[in-house]
């Protein structure tokens, strides 16, 4: 280890950040955060700084520093990029005892300044010794996108117990385990998913049965959306809450791949359906859903998709509520937008559709029972779940209604998956077209003139990956760019 990671208060002391431009501002801009009173030198400041110069704490100067001016810090940035400037700077702090850092010169600091993941009270601090600053930013980027944002604040909350606990929990194990418990367990869960009373509840209750040495079984259910199939579409929360789970209830819409991202050792049960064939019906998994909870399990039912578009969530909720069994509903990309986005076709775009509407082509009965009124506006793009084995009586009824057969469609087989096809066509041939494809489903269908920009804009699926596209022009669009330092 080349330097000693430790955290510094310096709340109320002085900070001294020589220089003028971006990497001052910056330097000056984090003591101000952590409680310093700072104070910057440069005869020429950017309007960055300029604009920071009203900020409490901070006071600008423009001209040089000298060796007064560094009497009585407690910490030293050099950020002017000027060599003879620097090395003054350097000097003055060394015969003060002051802790230097002099921006990209290694040999002039006493201290690296980190790349922070900030979810006060909590900080992760990630430095590679100046050796390689762009590792540390992308490992920032990383551990940013999987720590919740509310994590900080679930510190706080947890902390407002910490003598509680020290009192009634004695033994110094016991009580490791019970904030582990704590953290990982319930009230965590219900503190992060924004449930705050309901967090300070359970850990009352909590401390409770470890008085009296009796503890009950806690199950809770969460409704996660996996998205259309692209494990990268999940959220961040969806990925959290799948490390939890006990037992995990998946459908034929969740493919291997985010089934591999579940907690390994977690029990998994299929409750998947095709048409006309069903493993379970939905009153069975409802009630399975139930029972597992009240055995204590955190259970975990997958969805492809998302649970309140057309997944029957509301359905599975209203079980769950009625039975006193606590529930989160995680969001997840919807298959209109996933597979859509995927195949290249926008939904709305102002010279073709001003709206979009969302249907099933599969009633509660399975038939097909839909408000034709609605669907046959112009100006819109109609956008259909479960419509594959349909599709022929859909097109049917578009032609009864007057559409014009002429009119663009799409059925997108696998959307987000390495396995994806889109057949292209039109209301009078897409059954046909679907036919010859020999599609299997899962399918989305989507109707309306946005279909034939896919071909304007010459997307194409190409082997190794549903969403390796190629747009006519040479430049890579900025959303297919992965760029981990922004």
């Given at each position: 280890m080349d330097y000693l990671p430790i955290f510094l208060d310096i709340k109320g002391r002085k900070v001294l950040v020589d220089g003028g431009g971006t990497v001052a501002a910056r330097r000056a801009e984090r003591a101000l955060s952590a409680g310093a009173k700072v104070i910057v030198f440069d005869p020429c400041p950017s309007d960055d700084l300029k604009r920071m110069a009203n900020l409490s704490g901070?006071?600008?100067?423009?001209?040089?520093?000298?060796?007064?001016?560094?009497?009585?810090?407690?910490?030293?940035?050099?950020?002017?990029?000027?060599?003879?400037?620097?090395?003054?700077?350097?000097?003055?702090?060394?015969?003060?005892?002051?802790?230097?850092?002099?921006?990209?010169?290694?040999?002039?600091?006493?201290?690296?300044?980190?790349?922070?993941?900030?979810?006060?009270?909590?900080?992760i601090a990630i430095s590679t010794a100046g050796t390689a600053p762009v590792i540390a930013r992308i490992l920032r980027a990383r551990i940013e996108a999987t720590l919740p944002a509310s994590f900080g604040r679930l510190a706080e909350f947890a902390g407002k117990f910490r003598a509680r606990i020290a009192k009634v929990v004695l033994d110094a194990r016991e009580r490791r385990h019970f904030w582990e418990r704590m953290i990982d367990g319930p009230a965590g869960d219900f503190f992060l998913a924004g449930a705050e009373e309901r967090a300070h509840d359970q850990v009352v209750q909590d401390l409770k049965d470890q008085v009296s040495g009796t503890t009950s079984p806690t199950g809770e259910v969460y409704l996660v959306g996996a998205g259309p199939g692209d494990p990268d579409l999940l959220t961040f929360r969806a990925l959290r809450l799948m490390q939890r789970a006990d037992v995990i209830l998946y459908d034929r819409l969740v493919g291997d791949e985010i089934l591999s991202l579940v907690r390994r050792d977690a029990e998994r049960i299929y409750v998947g359906k095709l048409p006309e064939e069903h493993t379970m019906t939905q009153k069975d998994i409802s009630e399975l859903m139930v029972r597992l909870a009240k055995e204590g399990n955190r259970v975990l039912r997958l969805k492809g998709g998302d649970p309140f578009i057309f997944g029957r969530g509301g359905e599975e909720i209203e079980t769950l509520a009625e039975n006193g069994i606590g529930f989160q509903v995680v969001p997840g990309i919807t298959a209109a937008a996933g597979c859509s986005t995927y195949a290249g076709i926008?939904?709305?775009?102002?010279?073709?559709?001003?709206?979009?509407?969302?249907?099933?082509?599969?009633?509660?009965?399975?038939?097909?029972?839909?408000?034709?009124?609605?669907?046959?506006?112009?100006?819109?793009?109609?956008?259909?779940?479960?419509g594959l084995s349909n599709l022929p009586k859909l097109a049917e009824g578009f032609c009864t209604h007057g559409v014009d057969m002429a009119t663009p469609a799409a059925v997108i087989e696998n959307g987000t998956r390495k396995n994806q096809i889109v057949v292209i066509g039109t209301l009078g041939d897409i059954a046909d077209r679907v036919r010859e494809a020999e599609l299997k489903g899962p399918a989305m269908i989507v109707i309306g003139t946005v279909v034939s920009l896919r071909e304007k804009l010459n997307w194409k699926d190409q082997q190794g990956g549903a969403h390796a596209m190629s747009l006519s022009s040479s430049a890579t669009p900025d959303f297919l760019v992965a760029d981990e330092g922004r």
């Open positions: 901070l006071t600008l100067y423009q001209r040089l520093p000298d060796a007064e001016d560094v009497a009585g810090c407690t910490v030293v940035y050099g950020a002017s990029e000027n060599h003879q400037r620097e090395e003054r700077l350097f000097n003055w702090a060394r015969d003060n005892g002051i802790l230097c850092n002099i921006a990209d010169v290694t040999d002039k600091c006493d201290f690296i300044t980190p790349s922070i993941v900030d979810r006060s009270p909590i900080v926008p939904l709305t775009h102002r010279d073709h559709a001003q709206s979009c509407t969302f249907i099933t082509a599969h009633g509660k009965d399975g038939c097909l029972d839909l408000d034709w009124d609605i669907l046959v506006r112009k100006a819109q793009t109609i956008a259909v779940y479960m």
